[in-house]
């Protein structure tokens, strides 16, 4: 059983390798408040060691108690091997309802790195399913512009999936970005991947892009961002451009050159 105390915030450390990527600063000082207003309610789960303590499950709560601030903090000593450690500090994590989807990855990865467990071993300890564990450790295979957006919290799994499918690098990493910064749904995106492939059908079999549109499926405005300006437009509107390699570069250098250009306008505006 661990042994409860109430010791000097001066005497805990942070973890040696905390599992979240970033601290949500609206929601720490939110609890920062609420510490001031009526303490630390669920205690630290910490570690002993040479210098005191260390701090295996609570790091945002040891950040809040030290904004607060606080003197003193009631903790849950534990003694253990590693394996145990590990089992700690990923069993509150995994549970957090305010982790991205790629902490949570990271957690499980460590997980199974740690203490050599299969997957279902993970859905079993974090009481989830097999299926959900499986896709969170897929997310750390994709590419690094989808990992920073979701490690920032910045878009849905769901949103990014269907751009999972482009084997294109270049346009995939394009609509990526477009799809975080128009705050994109599942539903768009799985569109954008709709267009795409029917705009290389046209492609081959040679008709017309209107041609094909009237064919109608269903009463939906299928939406792609245009490649120069990026502003989305309905997929009917725009144009399959066929360019090399070469010319689609000195394109990228010529919109670099115009963004300048404009912010150059606005600041002496």
């Known amino acids: 059983m ?36 009526v303490g630390l309610l669920q205690p630290l789960v910490v570690m002993k060691r040479e210098h005191g303590y260390e701090v295996k499950a609570g790091h945002r709560r040891l950040l809040a108690c030290r904004m607060a601030p606080l003197e003193r903090v ?54 989830k399913s097999d299926a959900w564990v499986r896709g969170r450790l897929d997310l750390l295979s994709w590419p690094l512009a989808a990992v920073e957006a ?13 751009l999972m499918e482009i084997t294109e690098e270049a346009e995939r990493d394009r609509l990526i970005r477009c799809a975080v910064e128009g705050g994109a749904t599942a539903a768009v995106t799985r569109s954008w991947v709709a267009s795409m492939r029917g705009e290389i059908a046209e492609g081959m079999e040679g008709h017309g892009a209107r041609a094909q549109a009237s064919m109608r499926i269903a009463d939906v405005v299928v939406s792609m961002p245009c490649y120069v300006c990026e502003e989305v437009q309905p997929a009917i509107d725009l144009r399959i451009v066929r ?21 150059a306008e606005s600041a002496h505006a």
């Open 2 to 37: 661990p042994e409860f105390l109430v010791v000097p915030i001066s005497s805990l450390s942070a973890p040696e390798a905390p599992l979240r990527m970033a601290m949500d600063r609206p929601g720490l000082e939110e609890l920062t408040l609420s510490i001031r207003q």
């Open 74 to 127: 009631p903790i849950y000593v534990f003694t253990g091997d590693a394996e145990f450690e590990a089992a700690v500090m990923l069993a509150e994590n995994i549970q957090r309802r305010d982790l991205s989807p790629i902490e949570e990855a990271q957690s499980l990865r460590t997980m199974r790195e740690t203490l050599g467990l299969s997957v279902a071993d993970c859905a079993q300890r974090c009481a």
């Open 150 to 162: 979701l490690g920032r919290d910045a878009i849905s799994v769901s949103a990014l999936a269907p």
């Open 243 to 263: 360019v090399c390699d070469r010319c689609v570069a000195d394109l990228e250098r010529i919109r670099e050159s115009d963004a300048r250009e404009r912010a």
